[in-house]
């Protein structure tokens, strides 16, 4: 969850939002870019 700290993202956003998002097809925002 290296991109958490990145971002400075809270994780209970993350946690109530991320998987909303991803059922959506949206990009997540703070993906790692390798």
């Known amino acids: 969850c290296q991109w958490l700290e990145q971002n400075g993202i809270d ?6 939002g991320t998987a909303g ?4 097809g949206l990009p ?4 790692p870019h390798n």
């Open 28 to 31: 997540i925002v703070g993906q």
């Open 21 to 24: 998002w991803r059922d959506a």
């Open 11 to 16: 994780a209970i956003n993350v946690a109530n």
